[in-house]
């Protein structure tokens, strides 16, 4: 018997929904909502399954980007996506690991939903404008521009890394090792004078309700002994799993130049419930 396309194409389809919302939980109710609709679909009609189910896809995570944005302004603090843990294979195709990175992440979140669903299909999934209008419900001439300027606005504030993934695990290992310790002056001698601590507790978990600017007061606010702290990979990273008083957090790191220049810590209860199990991502 045929495998149904929507199990085939499933790790791919939860991806593009990941990438789009920034929220593993979104993502799985985009795919229930997809499959409802594609258990009604007339199979012989559809002549390339895997572009029509991203298209599907797509539609509902714009719609759910759309009604989202209402209710992001009541969100408490500072808001991250969700981390994933990941197996380290991810980072072997270096330019998709960069992509669903936390950093990236972050910076897709500063895109207006149609911006951010046309950079997402053509750069990371790397689909014709031609498809992508019609997921997006667009004219192909439009989404090339929509395109452009997504691609301008991400390139401005995406972190420069240009560091192999060698020198990004040592970086990582270095600081989490501070952070175990709870040592100021080792946290100073890790991280870049402007390094940038973001945290999003959401109301749920203590955090910084602002962006942390600068590496003294970073580290004063990190220097805390008796941290239970591990390495994982998150979003196709290295990156920490860290507890305190049995509350959990989840830190990813942007490392240049052989220091931590930001810090995403992500104490948010419920951003927290894929770190059991690895997420298989896909494009």
Known sequence: MTEDPFVAHRSLLFTVAYE?????????????DSWLRWADVDRAQVRDPRAYLVRTV???????????????????????????????DVAED????????????TVLETLGPTERAVFVLHEVFEMPYGEIAEAVGKTATAVRQ?????????????????????????????FLSALRTGRLQELLDVMAPDVVLIADGGGFAAAAPTPVHGAEPVARLLARPGRTVSVVWLNGA????????????????????????????????QKLTRLTEPTELAR
Do not use: C
């Open 20 to 32: 789009m919302l920034g929220s593993a939980a979104d993502a799985e109710d985009v795919l229930q």
């Open 58 to 88: 797509t539609r509902q995570a714009l719609n759910r980007l759309r009604t989202r944005s209402r209710s992001r302004e009541d969100y408490v603090g500072e808001w991250l996506p969700e981390p994933l843990l990941t197996s380290p």
């Open 94 to 105: 270096i330019e998709f690991a960069e992509n669903v990175s936390i950093a990236m992440l």
């Open 146 to 174: 929509i395109a452009r300027r997504a691609r301008e606005h991400v390139a401005a504030r995406r972190p420069r890394m240009q560091v192999s993934r060698s020198e990004q695990q040592v970086v990582v290992e270095r």
């Open 238 to 269: 290295p990156a920490g799993r860290v507890e305190i008083d049995g509350r959990l957090s989840a830190v990813s790191l942007v490392v240049e130049d052989g220091k931590v220049t930001r810090i995403h810590a992500v104490a948010n209860p």
